[in-house]
């Protein structure tokens, strides 16, 4: 049974930092394609980042090659997601999600992984 928690989201001013994490269970991360989404109420889930277990390459949304940082701890099973700078239009749910292999540039898709958590608010003020 695979699962993906999610953890590390909150409230937080303008400027301040986050750091969420997704502890998979059931399958193993490093092995796989894992990115973070994120989604406002009404609109469509976006992809945030990506990265790729088996080979280290990671994917950035344009908007956060400068803030964000996506790593991957292979001991504990978990998938972080570093957010510096934090701007009010980050404020979201924010999702993990897991597929098997590696799905290269299209890891923006949602439609690509079949595996999600069930999401860490983030809101900034």
């Known amino acids: 049974h695979v699962q993906l928690v999610e953890s590390g989201g909150g409230s937080v001013q303008a400027g301040g930092s986050l750091r969420l994490s997704c502890q998979g269970s059931g399958f193993t991360l490093a092995a796989n394609h894992i990115a973070w989404f994120r989604q406002v109420p009404g609109d469509e889930r976006e992809g945030v980042a990506g990265?790729?277990?088996?080979?280290?390459?990671?994917y950035y949304a344009d908007f956060a090659k400068a803030r964000f940082t996506i790593s991957i701890d292979k001991v504990e099973n978990t998938v972080f997601l570093e957010m510096n700078n934090l701007k009010p239009e980050d404020t979201a749910m924010y999702y993990c999600?897991?597929?098997?292999?590696?799905?290269?540039?299209?890891?923006?898709?949602?439609?690509?992984?079949?595996?999600w958590g069930q999401g860490t608010q983030v809101t900034v003020s």
């Open positions: 999600a897991a597929e098997r292999g590696d799905i290269g540039s299209r890891w923006s898709y949602s439609v690509q992984y079949a595996y």
């Open positions: 990265i790729y277990g088996g080979g280290g390459e990671t």
